[in-house]
């Protein structure tokens, strides 16, 4: 599908985050299952924390749901960090990129 190779030609993955990413359909089930299960006025903005991030997948996923205000996004993995700075650009989102506090740790 062109309309798929288009979205994804400027993402970028690892073979150990492509492994990891959790697949669309999966990562749209699991942002409504969340925030179904989390909004009892569906009109209510939140704010979600990806704790295990990887290359974006699920942060993405969260950041298109029109009911979210804000996903801190968090990745130990500097690689996989510096990728998905990189893959939430790609949507149009804003990061702020911290340094990592693990490494040399």
């Known amino acids: 599908n062109n309309t798929i190779q288009n979205e994804y030609a400027n993402i970028r993955v690892t073979n150990v985050g492509l492994y990891s990413m959790t697949r669309r359909e999966e990562s749209y089930f699991i942002t409504n299952l969340i925030l179904h299960s989390n909004l009892r006025n569906q009109n209510r903005m939140v ?6 991030s990887g290359i974006g997948g699920n942060s993405i996923s969260f950041a298109l749901h029109p009911n979210v ?4 996004s968090i990745e130990s993995n500097t690689l996989h960090a510096t990728i998905l700075a990189h893959n939430i650009r790609c ?3 804003h990061f702020d990129q911290y340094p990592n506090p693990w490494v040399g740790a």
């Open 47 to 52: 704010e979600i924390v990806d704790a295990t």
């Open 91 to 93: 949507y149009g989102y």
């Open 69 to 72: 205000k804000h996903v801190i």
